[in-house]
């Protein structure tokens, strides 16, 4: 078992009754609402073969989906409300895996937008998607990371879903759109990755980038790439996951170098150190990583963790002081693995119970 997973897991065998990130389930009036931005998206390729997804109403007649949806196809179809509609216009940003459609006599809601850079680690998030081309579906969870890439921050998940479910919402507590479902990696159930809203509002008013529907040149998605073309965060998840710590070490050195400014790039070091036991070393990596970086709530999390686990306790508590001015859901839970009174009391619900995730 990963070391943070172990650590916090074991921090919290005698608080099991308090929850670190709680939220209500969406009232029947609410997902409806939510819901009606949804669409089923059905794109058939010259030979006929259909590919599906879901898309999400974004302004009058507008869709937003997953270019690895719709990329192979010479029709493209909207299905709302039992009723089909062909989208006639696709533009296109393929590196970021985001295809607008212009679907002509849709009256789908539009989704309020928000914006993922007002996220935080621990948030409760909601994904609706229609998985295997089913019914629409819910699922919810809290976010676990956020990545800061091209602009803007790709929204990492514990929000589950399966295929038929790319191009679908994550919507934030208060039911704003602030991500597009769009992969997962292989051997991994916790984490689900939503690209976000702001890489689409420009291309969403660019109307001269609009072309009639039609396969897609080959350009991968940043997600797709060969492991060694991916960005830093997405190599450093996969090395986490496959339990190569020597490997994430070093890649966090080049990261580092790359980008000097990157205090996740110190974030996955002391991850890597700490699965090799090095703490102390590990503890300097996530004290860097907050020097970088001051309101990173996520690193102020492992270092608290950290610290708690070496005896620090001075530290552990400027952590969660700190915390508490920064995020209540993390405060919560170095609160709970610290056993010590949660600086914000919420009713236990083991669904959103998801520190040892974080």
Known sequence: MPF???????????????????????DVAELKRLSQSLVKVEAIDDDERLW??????????????????TRRAQTIRAYYRGRGFTATTQSADTEHDICILSVPALNAQP?????????????PVWALGHERGLSLQMRGGVVRALHSYDGSQVVETTTAFTSGASGGALFNEIGELVGILTYRLRGDSRSYFAIPVEWFRAQLANHGTYRNVAPL???????????????FFLRAHQL?????????????????QADISSAEAWLFRGKGLAERRDLASARQALQRAVALD???????LQLG?????????????????????????????????????????????????ACPAI
């Open 217 to 231: 040149d080959g350009t991968l998605a940043f997600w797709e790439r060969p492991s060694a073309q991916l960005p």
């Open 111 to 123: 989704a309020q937008l928000g914006s993922s850079q007002r996220l935080h680690e621990g948030e």
């Open 240 to 256: 986490e996951t496959g339990g190569d710590w020597n490997g994430l070490i070093d890649l966090a050195e080049e990261w580092s």
């Open 305 to 353: 963790r950290l610290s708690a686990h070496q005896g620090a306790h001075e530290e552990a508590k400027d952590a969660l002081a700190t915390l508490i001015l920064l995020n209540r859901a993390l405060a919560r839970c170095l609160a709970i693995e610290m056993h010590i009174s949660s600086p914000d009391p919420a009713p236990y619900d083991p669904s959103f119970d």
């Open 294 to 300: 001051p309101v990173y709530s996520a690193a102020w």
């Open 52 to 69: 599906l997804g879901t898309g999400v109403t974004v302004a009058p007649e507008r869709i937003v989906t997953n270019c690895h949806v």
């Open 4 to 26: 943070f997973v172990f650590l916090s897991t074991f921090l919290c065998v005698n608080a099991v009754a308090v929850v670190a990130a709680t939220a209500a389930q969406p």
